[in-house]
């Protein structure tokens, strides 16, 4: 068995919300957004790691220069860098397509584009609990793919 009041949640609503709404804010209007379910589908998984543009080259020229080139285009480009990390692990990625995943140089280069002194712990709790998680994991693969590669 169920009361009825008389009154129907959906018109208390109606009724209070406008009126806190516009005493909180008057400047300010409620809005419904809808938002269709098809819309929200998403058709391509999300990459994390994308091609730069220094990485799109025909399969013939391919080659250590090259990849070198792409490095040093990066690093050499202007304004503040941004985006070490991603750069690096998408180098990683591409080094065997380029033949350079057994050659020290471009591994030297890879380094050389993190900063110099950041990076680096300055506290006891910072050595301790893995301060730059990211930066590090990313130094770790270029370090493990090196040893794997010889």
């Given at each position: 068995?169920?009361?009825?009041?008389?009154?129907?949640?959906?018109?208390?609503?109606q009724?209070?919300?406008?009126?806190?709404q516009?005493?909180?804010?008057?400047?300010?209007?409620?809005?419904?957004?809808?938002?269709?379910?098809?819309?929200?589908?998403?058709?391509?998984?999300?990459?994390?790691?994308?091609?730069?543009?220094?990485?799109?080259v025909p399969?013939?020229?391919?080659?250590?220069?090259?990849?070198?080139?792409?490095?040093?285009?990066?690093?050499?480009?202007?304004?503040?860098?941004?985006?070490?990390?991603?750069?690096?692990?998408?180098?990683?990625?591409?080094?065997?397509?380029?033949g350079?995943?057994?050659?020290?140089?471009?591994?030297?280069?890879l380094?050389?584009?993190?900063?110099?002194?950041?990076?680096?712990?300055?506290?006891?709790?910072?050595?301790?609990?893995?301060?730059?998680?990211?930066?590090?994991?990313?130094?770790?693969?270029?370090?493990?793919?090196?040893?794997d590669?010889?």
């Amino acid at each position: 068995m169920t009361a009825n009041f008389g009154i129907s949640l959906k018109w208390v609503l109606q009724k209070t919300l406008p009126r806190l709404q516009s005493f909180c804010n008057p400047h300010v209007r409620l809005r419904q957004i809808h938002i269709s379910t098809i819309s929200c589908l998403k058709t391509e998984p999300h990459q994390l790691i994308v091609r730069p543009p220094g990485f799109n080259v025909p399969e013939e020229e391919r080659n250590k220069d090259t990849f070198l080139e792409a490095v040093k285009i990066y690093t050499t480009r202007p304004g503040p860098r941004r985006g070490h990390v991603e750069f690096i692990l998408s180098a990683l990625k591409y080094m065997e397509e380029f033949g350079v995943h057994r050659d020290l140089q471009a591994y030297k280069d890879l380094l050389d584009i993190l900063p110099k002194g950041i990076y680096i712990p300055t506290n006891m709790f910072q050595a301790e609990f893995f301060h730059y998680p990211k930066q590090q994991q990313c130094i770790l693969d270029l370090l493990e793919q090196m040893e794997d590669n010889g």
